[in-house]
T-cell receptor, first 115, second 115 residues
Framework: NAGVMQNPRHLVRRRGQEARLRCSPMKGHSHVYWYRQLPEEGLKFMVYLQKENIIDESGMPKERFSAEFPKEGPSILRIQQVVRGDSAAYFC?????????????FGSGTQLSVL | AQKITQTQPGMFVQEKEAVTLDCTYDTSDQSYGLFWYKQPSSGEMIFLIYQGSYDEQNATEGRYSLNFQKARKSANLVISASQLGDSAMYFCAMREAFGNEKLTFGTGTRLTIIP
């Protein structure tokens, strides 16, 4: 039973390029969450999606960042025109349902480096 | 106000000793969940243990136990018989009820086990 799969594991982009980060949730999970972690800091919530719907995007920067979770295929976090400050580890998590008692399981993360 | 507070930025513990990592939380919800995650130097986020707000007994998972004191709003992680492989960052997190399900993380505690 595969866990949460994220790819790529490492992504290098030059300033101004686009970054696309992929997340396949655990089998049977339809709720996906994206988090960002800066060096030596905790994880900061970005966005919560359920199939084809954005439930909570209160942590997403207003510009350049977008996320989707289509009916078929992985969830995608897209960062347009990347800047050096976007360099961070981006984690995806999934859960089977909503509610306070639902466990979130994380992928191994994508380390984005912007040159 | 911080929702999750971890007051120990770093701890050094002798191998085979027990260690307690502190976590206090702040919520007005009656239904919430508390989680601990381990992040080794390789970067992945590993789920350790979960405690629901309505659970009457403290959660245990192998060498991990959660000392849940609801009135004090604390959810300390206890690791018994520490091992060298326990050296990592440890994050406490909370998930609240419907409409606010994003997992909120503390700033973490870096645990180093000394041989």
């Amino acid at each position: 039973n595969a866990g949460v799969m994220q790819n790529p594991r490492h992504l290098v982009r030059r300033r101004g390029q686009e970054a696309r980060l992929r997340c396949s949730p655990m089998k049977g999970h339809s709720h996906v969450y994206w988090y960002r972690q800066l060096p030596e800091e905790g994880l900061k919530f970005m966005v919560y999606l359920q199939k084809e719907n954005i439930i909570d995007e209160s942590g997403m920067p207003k510009e350049r960042f977008s996320a989707e979770f289509p009916k078929e295929g992985p969830s995608i976090l897209r960062i347009q025109q990347v800047v050096r400050g976007d360099s961070a580890a981006y984690f995806c998590a999934s859960s089977a349902d909503r509610g306070a008692n639902e466990k979130l399981f994380f992928g191994s993360g994508t380390q984005l480096s912007v040159l | 106000a911080q929702k999750i507070t971890q007051t120990q930025p770093g701890m050094f513990v002798q191998e085979k000793e027990a260690v307690t990592l502190d976590c206090t939380y702040d919520t007005s919800d009656q239904s919430y969940g508390l989680f601990w995650y381990k992040q080794p130097s390789s970067g992945e986020m590993i789920f350790l243990i979960y405690q629901g707000s309505y659970d009457e007994q403290n959660a245990t998972e192998g060498r991990y136990s959660l000392n849940f004191q609801k009135a004090r709003k604390s959810a300390n992680l206890v690791i018994s018989a520490s091992q060298l492989g326990d050296s990592a960052m440890y994050f406490c997190a909370m998930r609240e009820a419907f409409g606010n399900e994003k997992l909120t993380f503390g700033t973490g505690t870096r645990l180093t086990i000394i041989p």
